[in-house]
């Protein structure tokens, strides 16, 4: 069966990927590993807690950054008990900067049920039960720190996988995602899987870059169908970006006895079920005249202008009172500090 695939002006023909994984092409890239890989804190434990915190800060964040981010929230939630017991204004300020609060919050919730169960569970379908864990983080965790055969499929992965097999996926879609995490199941068989997804992942990072990749110091080079039929710069396919969405926002800034209104604005995308300040918000066909500033949440646009105003005059409710810090505990978006700072 072959698979006749349109990259633009490239047309790939492909055999289906090989059922079994060559030994040497596995044993290559060990070797590579142990050779080039990065001393980073979280590859030096294998404490499932340790490892967890590590894999959550690393979604959408390059090692690098996560490292400060990592050493201080260890350093004030040493342990799942600790973490289980903290509240959500204690976990916000270690999380600042790292966005998608929504994680520190499901960190919290999956915590407790740990902390509850007595014991942290020690395969990936166990960890799917928990808030917070999507396929990527249980396979990582359960692979980690318990050796469990499973393959970890990041966006560092898709590439690998994706050149090594010459193959034109829709990696972002359910059917061409379970075809690359079987590929990525077979690397680790009858093999060390914390090795080997590392070893996959650190290539990824390192080698095989979404631009331009290192193919001539890449030790899988020879068996890369990608770099035999030159198409590396074409896979994988890129996803088509979400057009953005504009929307104006008008906080008002009201005070009273030295603290600030806030309110929950429940119909919006960004930011929800967060404190805000109250005001105007709604979606917009195109780009205001007046604002203060614009910023950006993922592929939200909104564009910011403040009014200040009197409590008498405010029309939402509930309204809850907090004093700058406090606010900020609670929702520490760049976009309240930016307004704060205006």
Not at 187 to 194: F, K
Not at 297 to 323: A, C, D, G, R
Request: with cysteine; net charge positive; aromatic share 12%.
């Amino acid at each position: 069966m072959e698979i006749n695939i349109s990259l633009g002006c490239v047309k790939i023909y492909s055999k289906v990927p090989m059922k079994k994984v060559q030994k040497q092409v596995q044993k290559k890239l060990l070797l590579w590993f142990e050779k080039h890989h990065r001393d980073l804190p979280w590859r030096n434990t294998k404490d499932p807690y340790r490892i967890w915190i590590s894999e959550v800060m690393l979604q959408q964040t390059t090692s690098k950054a996560v490292i400060p981010y990592y050493t201080k929230f260890l350093k004030r939630f040493p342990t799942i008990k600790s973490l289980s017991q903290a509240k959500k204004a204690d976990v916000f300020p270690l999380w600042t900067g790292l966005g998608y609060y929504r994680r520190a919050e499901n960190l919290i919730k999956a915590a407790k049920k740990i902390k509850n169960q007595k014991h942290f569970p020690k395969n990936h379908k166990e960890l799917l039960l928990l808030p917070g864990f999507g396929p990527y983080t249980a396979r990582a965790v359960s692979s980690l720190a318990f050796k469990e055969s499973v393959g970890v499929l990041d966006g560092n992965v898709i590439r690998v996988l994706s050149r090594f097999y010459g193959q034109a996926l829709k990696w972002w879609e359910a059917s061409s995602k379970n075809q690359l995490q079987n590929l990525a199941d077979l690397w680790v068989q009858q093999m060390d899987s914390s090795l080997m997804n590392q070893a996959l992942m650190e290539l990824g990072s390192l080698v095989c870059i979404p631009k331009n990749p290192l193919c001539l110091i890449c030790p899988l080079m020879k068996y890369c169908k990608a770099f035999k039929s030159k198409i590396q710069n074409e896979l994988p396919l890129k996803k088509t970006k979400k057009e953005k969405e504009l929307w104006y926002w008008q906080p008002e800034i009201v005070f009273k006895n030295s603290k600030l209104a806030f309110t929950k604005h429940k119909n919006i995308p960004f930011l929800k079920d967060k404190i805000m300040f109250p005001g105007t918000i709604k979606k917009l066909k195109s780009k205001p005249k007046k604002y203060h500033f614009c910023h950006s949440i993922m592929h939200y646009q909104i564009f910011v202008n403040i009014k200040s105003t009197t409590v008498k005059k405010l029309k939402e409710k509930p309204i809850q009172w907090f004093t700058q810090k406090q606010a900020t505990k609670l929702n520490p978006s760049s976009l309240i500090q930016k307004i704060l700072k205006t």
